[in-house]
């Protein structure tokens, strides 16, 4: 009798339209009427949303009942360009179609407060969604669009095929309580659980085993620091030692990069509301491992920081890379307090993105930075010149390699071939000042690939073939290291000055002031304190912050400081040092003391060491 009863039993979502009920849908399901009926509070269309319980016997009960504030805009999917081509449902649970759907429903996933790994095997909300006239449609088409000529398709043949492969995805959903052993095995045994629990089954089938395992986890969670906390608690458990090797570091890099990817998660994990420069400082620490905790960042941001310092995240870095595009390519100001602070936020910004080869995020990072330093060191109401641009951004590296990786990918941006002759000129004049294939060197990569990568650039970045022989030509004839020349007396014989080498001498400059050791004395000391020989005007310096000394032929660094210092060397090496840390300083580089994420602007103490 009971179970007859049950089966009866209908739940209706009615909204109001103009002062009148209207059913919007009939569920079998409280759950699934429910899920319906926030989804509806969300797009903010409906003053009230109520779910309704009908019995058997016809007798009604609200169970569910909200107000909305209505006059929100509608959601509707997002411009892309590209998409994963998908030929079989099961390929729908891969992690590249994952984000294509990702990025085409940006808007309905901020909605919904949900990732395609956990809504991929809901029946109720992929019934819903295909109900969304204004949001399905469009999206099928979308990826009919650019999906047909891959498979030499008419586009309403391939809307057809998606259709069917969508009609095959809700019947895998029908079917996804078989998989809930394996949602237990990653409760129980973390990722090598799962996979240990997958083992028997196809290869083809693991995507789907893994994210409804994963979409399990998650589907608890509403708030997206929660979710993230719950995936990163599996890479702190599991073989996430920092070593970037294991299955868990790749999987749950997946599952975050699909979290941290929009506008609406970055904002919940920042967990106050910075202006937008200090935002993306924020997320620039976080992909460098070195969030400041004293600031009020989220616990699952600060964890994401640590996970991802470790190595390891390719996907999650790419997905915050991508929002700090976003964040940059817009009209926005950077602070609340106008141009001066805006240019000077932006030069720490670029300065925190600056490496060995250019700036991290490709081409397009290279046009997102070009175009909003046109209009954030604009004089007079007029943007700054393109070539000035070019030129101030290039500027910021220390090493030729990091200013023509910048050029490079800038000419390889459709922004950057409208302009090609400046690239190009900039290029050039580059490659005349390189001396040494050392300077173009990134550690841990070998010359012949550093000679190999920068040819593929040139001819992506659509230097005219003529020129970039040439230059490629250049870098083949380039000594790896620039020796000191040996005299000889005569053929087959070399003669070794022994003569008592010099005793070093250190420089510092810094804000046009130059301080020499020995001539300054054997020591010179860096910090807030007045007393200090170098004097920093900056809130997370201590007052005695560093120490440089002369002892026994060597220049010596020590770290006197709470919160640390960088050391940027000319040859591309960095190095953080703690309170305690006492270094040698050799040849030319600089000393970094400050805090992105404070909004300061880093003093760069420039060093040189000659002599030894």
């Known amino acids: 009798m009971t179970m007859s009863k049950r089966r009866e039993t209908r739940f209706e979502v009615v909204v109001e339209q103009e002062g009148k009920p209207n059913i919007d849908g009939v569920f079998d399901d409280e759950k699934a009427a429910t899920e319906r009926a926030n989804y509806l509070l969300r797009l903010a269309r409906f003053p009230v949303v109520r779910v ?10 609200t169970i569910f009942q909200k107000a909305s504030s209505a006059g929100g805009k509608l959601t509707t999917i997002s411009p892309i360009e590209d998409a994963t081509l998908c030929t079989d449902v099961l390929q729908v649970f891969s992690f590249d179609s994952r984000m294509t759907l990702l990025r085409l429903l940006r808007g309905y996933w901020d909605d919904q407060g ?52 969508f009609g095959g995805l809700k019947e895998l959903a ?46 608890p969670h509403r708030d997206w620091g929660a979710k993230l906390a719950a995936v990163l608690r599996l890479h702190r458990d599991g073989d996430g030692d920092g070593n970037g090797d294991g299955e868990t570091t790749r999987l749950v890099d997946e599952v975050a990069a699909e979290i941290v990817d929009g506008r609406e998660p970055i904002r919940s994990l920042i ?85 060995h080869d250019g700036f991290p995020g490709g081409p397009a990072m290279a046009e997102t930075l ?113 020796r000191p020349p040996v005299t000889g007396s005569r053929a087959g014989s070399v003669t070794l000055d022994l003569r008592q080498p010099p005793a070093p001498r250190l420089t510092l400059s810094y804000q046009g002031r130059t301080i020499a050791l020995p001539d300054a004395g054997d020591e010179v000391v860096i910090g807030r304190a007045a007393d200090c020989a170098i004097v920093l005007d900056h809130a997370s310096a201590s007052r005695r912050h560093a120490a440089i000394r002369l002892r026994d032929g060597a ?26 840390d006492v270094v040698p300083l050799a040849g030319r580089g600089e000393i970094v003391i400050g805090s992105l994420d404070l909004g300061e602007h880093p003093a760069r103490i420039a060093w040189e060491v000659t002599g030894l």
């Open 52 to 61: 309704v319980r009908v019995s058997g016997s016809g007798r009604e009960e």
């Open 114 to 165: 949900v990732v395609p790994s956990e809504q991929l095997h809901r029946y109720y909300p992929l019934r819903q969604f295909e109900r969304e006239a204004l949001l399905f449609n469009p999206a099928v088409s979308r990826l009919a669009s650019i999906q047909a000529p891959m498979l030499g398709l008419k586009p309403h043949e391939r809307y057809d095929q998606l259709i069917r492969l």
């Open 174 to 219: 029908q079917a996804s309580d078989a998989l809930a052993p394996f949602d237990q095995a990653l409760a129980r045994g973390g990722v090598p659980g799962l996979l240990l629990a997958a083992a028997g089954r196809p290869a083809g089938e693991r995507d789907r085993i893994v994210t409804h395992a994963f979409g399990s986890l998650l589907e």
């Open 271 to 355: 967990g106050y509301s910075p202006d937008l420069g200090s935002a993306i400082l924020a997320l620039l620490a976080t992909l460098r491992g070195d969030l400041d905790d004293r600031l009020p960042h989220t616990g699952p941001l600060l964890a994401l920081s640590g996970a991802v310092g470790g190595g390891g995240f390719i996907h999650t870095t790419e997905a915050l890379l991508r929002r700090i595009r976003g964040g940059l390519d817009g009209t926005t100001p950077l602070t609340r307090t106008g141009g001066a602070s805006d240019a000077r936020i932006f030069g720490a910004i670029v300065d925190a993105m600056a490496a």
């Open 370 to 482: 070009t175009r909003r330093g046109k209009t954030v060191w604009a004089a007079g109401g007029t943007d700054l010149p393109f070539e000035d641009a070019v030129a101030r951004l290039a500027g910021r590296f220390a090493k030729p390699g990091g200013r023509l990786g910048y050029l490079l990918d800038l000419g390889a941006s459709p922004y950057g071939r409208a302009r090609i002759s400046v690239v190009i000129q900039r290029v050039a004049e580059e490659f005349n000042r390189v001396g040494s294939a050392a300077e173009l060197a990134v550690p841990g990569v070998s010359m012949q690939e550093v000679r190999d990568g920068l040819g593929r650039r040139l001819r992506a970045a659509g230097i005219p073939r003529a020129l970039a022989d040439g230059l490629i030509a250049r870098i083949a004839a380039i000594p790896d290291d620039l």
């Open 555 to 580: 220049c010596l660094l020590e770290d006197l400081s709470r919160n640390g210092t960088r050391l940027a060397a000319r040859d591309g090496g960095q190095r953080v040092l703690k309170r305690g």
